[in-house]
């Protein structure tokens, strides 16, 4: 069993950057790929950005790249999610998110319960 507690959201202007969080409990965390999902009102989950066990490999929706950064800590059993240049369009629900092996929308062994991120314009 694994829980996932996100942190670190807040309400940020458009251009400014917030640092996403999320311990993960137990001592399985280094055998999980990780991700991050959002959730944006009358809008279906999206993936955003994963990373393997390792941290050597990392995938992004193309809405963020090269303004997101996905990494991890296995010794501290924490992902991060480093968010820059964010936009208005980047509010959403954030939501931690850990598969065995790959994760995809219909692929997620264990959630966070979510960070709020909002982006004024």
């Known amino acids: 069993q694994v829980q996932l507690v996100e942190s670190g959201g807040g309400l940020v202007q458009a251009g400014g950057s917030l640092r996403l969080s999320c311990a993960a409990s137990g001592r399985t965390f280094s055998s999980h790929t990780m991700g991050w999902f959002r959730q944006a009102p009358g809008k279906e989950r999206e993936l955003v950005a994963t990373?393997?066990?390792?941290?050597?490999?990392?995938i992004y929706v193309d809405s963020v790249k090269g303004r997101f950064t996905i990494s991890r800590d296995n010794a501290k059993n924490t992902v991060y999610l480093q968010m820059n240049s964010l936009k208005p369009e980047d509010t959403a629900v954030y939501y931690c998110?850990?598969?065995?092996?790959?994760?995809?929308?219909?692929?997620?062994?264990?959630w966070g319960q979510g960070t709020q991120v909002t982006v004024s314009s």
């Open positions: 990373i393997v066990r390792s941290g050597s490999s990392t």
């Open positions: 998110a850990a598969g065995m092996s790959y994760i995809s929308s219909s692929n997620v062994d264990y």
